[in-house]
């Protein structure tokens, strides 16, 4: 996963630490703070920390949630939903694989968002909806880009509420026709998907 800003001042402040301490030299110290700010990804920052106490070194982070202990990832399930004259849901704690394929006809798909575990820090629902509609629920500090093909159909997508560049991303693609996508936004404590958004 890539490091932002905020991870490498971390790293960058153990290293100082570690200078104050006598657990390395100035020399070492000048090589691995340029190392740091070079650093695109977690894997590039380990090695500065190898050889140092390795407590507060970053972790990647693919829990949406950021305040809660770190869990299991939860199991795996078909990353393929249909919805042919029918509604389908996943909720709860699920794991959003790389791409989650979303077909509905005639029919709707509720996806909510905010205790999921996105297996890589972007990752795509492709949907392919014809006289359906499709809901997401998000939560804050996620961004949400949608790529589709609208024909007698859109996207409701929300603004944007973070600017950090390692924020986790959603990415909408496929074909709508005579159908939707809404998107909200809401904390993990709101009610997910409100009546009207249903029968809409």
């Not at 402040?13 to 703070?33: F, K, S």
């Not at 603004?159 to 693609?173: E, F, G, Q, S």
Request: hydrophobic fraction near 40%; glycine fraction near 8%.
């Amino acid at each position: 996963m890539r490091a932002s800003d905020a991870d490498r001042d971390e790293v960058a402040d153990r290293l100082r630490e570690a200078l104050a301490e006598g657990r390395i030299t100035p020399e070492e110290h000048a090589e691995r703070i340029d190392l740091v700010y070079k650093a695109k990804t977690y894997a590039e920052l380990e090695p500065v920390l190898s050889d140092l106490p390795t407590e507060r070194a970053p972790r990647p982070r693919v829990e949406l949630r950021k305040n809660e202990q770190a869990l299991a990832p939860p199991p795996a399930q078909s990353p393929n939903l249909v919805a042919i004259f029918s509604g389908v849901e996943r909720k709860g704690r699920w794991l959003a694989e790389p791409t989650t394929n979303i077909t509905c006809v005639f029919g709707g798909a509720d996806l909510d968002f905010r205790q999921a575990v996105l297996s890589q820090s972007e990752v795509t629902v492709n949907v392919t909806c014809v006289f359906g509609g499709v809901n997401l629920v998000v939560p804050p500090g996620v961004r949400v880009i949608g790529s589709t093909t609208a024909i007698f159909g859109g996207n409701d997508l929300p603004d944007d509420d973070t600017t950090d560049p390692a924020a986790p991303v959603i990415r909408l693609t496929g074909t709508l026709l005579f159908g939707g996508v809404s998107v909200k936004r809401k904390a993990v404590d709101a009610k997910a998907i409100d009546k009207k958004d249903r029968d809409r």
